[in-house]
């Protein structure tokens, strides 16, 4: 009986560890992974050209934030949203992503790569912006990527308005 006993611990205990083992570590990051986030940015891309703030605002995790240049942090679905409401209603337009690189490990992804845009305020001059940009991304439950932060800067110089031209004393 304790022999029968003792065999069903050695059991227990080697099955524990089977099951323990099992599970074989991190989670790998693979080419579905690269895959899924370049759609997921093609789809971003898409979105912005609609100028769908709110669904600009699902690519993110509930904590997700955009750090746009020469600006504060933006954090959270609702910021998000009102970001890009802001900069549609700005003329942001005509967004091309080439994200040249898309890596990761486990269930943290960055990529980078290129921009271009064009801002066609209404009413006002026409301006283009190229630049760089670093997101990162998180797997979340369901096997669902989601952004967690974008950040990027332009590689132009900044545009720096006219200085006010003096007027000539006239005469009289």
Do not use: H
């Amino acid at each position: 009986m304790q022999r029968q006993l003792r065999n069903l611990a050695v059991l227990a205990v080697m099955g524990a560890a089977a099951v323990g083992c099992g599970n074989g570590g991190p989670r790998e990051f693979g080419k579905e992974d690269v895959t899924t986030i370049r759609k997921m940015t093609q789809d971003f891309q898409d979105a912005y050209n609609a100028k769908d703030s709110t669904k600009l605002a699902q690519f993110f995790g509930g904590s997700g934030a955009v750090m746009p240049p020469n600006s504060s942090v933006v954090r959270g679905s609702d910021a998000i949203k009102g970001y890009y409401d802001i900069r549609f209603g700005e003329g942001a337009t005509d967004l091309k992503l080439d994200a040249t690189t898309v890596n990761g490990q486990g269930s943290i992804a960055y990529l980078s790569g290129t921009y271009s845009l064009r801002n066609a305020p209404e009413g006002g001059p026409e301006t283009r912006d190229r630049g760089k940009f670093l997101w990162i991304a998180r797997l979340y439950p369901g096997n669902t990527w989601r952004f967690e932060q974008q950040m990027w800067s332009s590689d132009l110089p900044p545009q720096v308005p006219a200085p006010p031209q003096e007027k000539k004393n006239e005469k009289k």
